[in-house]
Protein backbone atom coordinates (compact mmCIF):
# COMPACT_ATOMS: atom_id res chain seq x y z
CA UNK A 1 0.00 0.00 0.00
CA UNK A 2 2.69 2.20 0.74
CA UNK A 3 3.33 1.37 -3.37
CA UNK A 4 0.39 3.11 -4.24
CA UNK A 5 1.01 6.49 -1.99
CA UNK A 6 3.98 6.97 -3.29
CA UNK A 7 3.40 7.40 -7.03
CA UNK A 8 0.84 9.92 -6.86
CA UNK A 9 3.13 12.45 -4.54
CA UNK A 10 6.03 11.72 -6.51
CA UNK A 11 3.49 12.12 -9.80
CA UNK A 12 2.35 15.42 -8.17
CA UNK A 13 5.85 17.23 -7.27
CA UNK A 14 6.97 16.23 -11.12
CA UNK A 15 4.03 18.45 -12.13
CA UNK A 16 4.25 20.88 -9.58
CA UNK A 17 7.65 21.44 -10.83
CA UNK A 18 7.03 21.46 -14.46
CA UNK A 19 3.99 24.17 -13.81
CA UNK A 20 6.58 26.43 -11.32
CA UNK A 21 9.16 26.26 -14.32
CA UNK A 22 6.67 26.77 -17.28
CA UNK A 23 5.50 29.81 -14.64
CA UNK A 24 9.11 31.23 -14.23
CA UNK A 25 9.61 29.95 -18.43
CA UNK A 26 7.45 31.80 -20.09
CA UNK A 27 8.07 35.86 -18.91
CA UNK A 28 11.29 35.00 -19.11
CA UNK A 29 11.60 34.18 -22.98
CA UNK A 30 8.46 37.00 -23.59
CA UNK A 31 11.45 39.19 -21.84
CA UNK A 32 14.22 38.15 -23.62
CA UNK A 33 12.50 38.40 -27.02
CA UNK A 34 11.89 41.80 -26.07
CA UNK A 35 15.08 42.89 -25.14
CA UNK A 36 16.70 40.88 -28.84
CA UNK A 37 13.93 42.46 -30.51
CA UNK A 38 15.03 46.05 -29.37
CA UNK A 39 18.39 45.26 -29.81
CA UNK A 40 18.14 44.23 -33.55
CA UNK A 41 16.23 47.23 -34.19
CA UNK A 42 19.19 49.67 -32.30
CA UNK A 43 21.59 47.74 -34.68
CA UNK A 44 19.40 48.11 -37.53
CA UNK A 45 19.32 51.88 -37.21
CA UNK A 46 23.03 52.10 -35.93
CA UNK A 47 24.33 50.35 -39.36
CA UNK A 48 21.47 52.62 -41.38
CA UNK A 49 23.51 55.71 -39.82
CA UNK A 50 26.81 53.86 -40.33
CA UNK A 51 25.60 53.82 -43.98
CA UNK A 52 24.41 57.24 -44.29
CA UNK A 53 27.60 58.75 -42.80
CA UNK A 54 29.25 56.98 -45.02
CA UNK A 55 27.25 57.82 -48.02
CA UNK A 56 27.71 61.53 -47.09
CA UNK A 57 31.40 61.64 -46.28
CA UNK A 58 31.98 59.38 -49.84
CA UNK A 59 30.15 62.68 -51.69
CA UNK A 60 31.93 64.73 -49.51
CA UNK A 61 35.53 63.01 -50.52
CA UNK A 62 34.23 63.47 -53.79
CA UNK A 63 33.73 66.94 -54.03
CA UNK A 64 36.94 67.95 -52.63
CA UNK A 65 38.48 68.33 -56.00
CA UNK A 66 35.98 70.53 -57.87
CA UNK A 67 35.90 72.52 -55.05
CA UNK A 68 39.79 72.44 -54.81
CA UNK A 69 39.70 74.05 -58.34
CA UNK A 70 37.02 76.29 -58.24
CA UNK A 71 39.08 77.78 -55.11
CA UNK A 72 42.03 78.13 -57.05
CA UNK A 73 40.11 79.98 -59.71
CA UNK A 74 38.31 82.43 -57.36
CA UNK A 75 41.61 83.09 -54.82
CA UNK A 76 43.33 85.14 -57.27
CA UNK A 77 40.20 87.01 -57.93
CA UNK A 78 40.12 87.34 -54.07
CA UNK A 79 43.59 89.06 -53.57
CA UNK A 80 42.68 91.81 -56.57
CA UNK A 81 39.44 92.53 -54.75
CA UNK A 82 41.51 93.38 -51.80
CA UNK A 83 44.35 95.31 -53.50
CA UNK A 84 41.46 97.03 -54.81
CA UNK A 85 39.81 97.86 -51.98
CA UNK A 86 43.06 98.92 -50.60
CA UNK A 87 43.64 101.30 -53.02
CA UNK A 88 40.98 102.46 -52.39
CA UNK A 89 40.71 103.30 -48.72
CA UNK A 90 44.19 105.31 -49.76
CA UNK A 91 42.03 107.01 -52.62
CA UNK A 92 39.52 108.17 -49.73
CA UNK A 93 41.76 109.27 -47.14
CA UNK A 94 43.70 110.90 -49.27
CA UNK A 95 40.03 112.64 -51.20
CA UNK A 96 39.29 113.41 -47.69
CA UNK A 97 42.50 115.39 -46.78
CA UNK A 98 41.86 117.67 -50.00
CA UNK A 99 38.12 118.30 -49.04
CA UNK A 100 39.41 119.44 -45.50
CA UNK A 101 42.03 121.68 -47.56
CA UNK A 102 39.56 122.80 -49.69
CA UNK A 103 37.19 123.65 -47.06
CA UNK A 104 39.87 125.13 -44.88
CA UNK A 105 40.86 127.80 -47.69
CA UNK A 106 37.34 128.54 -48.06
CA UNK A 107 36.22 129.41 -44.90
CA UNK A 108 39.94 131.01 -44.48
CA UNK A 109 38.96 132.95 -48.00
CA UNK A 110 35.18 133.99 -47.07
CA UNK A 111 36.92 135.59 -43.85
CA UNK A 112 39.01 137.67 -45.50
CA UNK A 113 35.82 139.00 -47.74
CA UNK A 114 34.11 139.57 -44.92
CA UNK A 115 36.98 141.77 -43.54
CA UNK A 116 37.44 143.77 -46.01
CA UNK A 117 33.51 144.88 -45.87
Known sequence: MKRKTFFPVLF???MLICVLFIVWYLPSVGGLRF???DVRKSLETSQGRERKQQHEYDETV??????????????PLCE?????VKALKEERKTLRKEK???ESSESS???EV???E
Open 12 to 14: SLV
Open 35 to 37: RLD
Open 62 to 75: AAIPETEAELEQIL
Open 80 to 84: EAKEE
Open 100 to 102: KEL
Open 109 to 111: GSE
Open 114 to 116: TDH
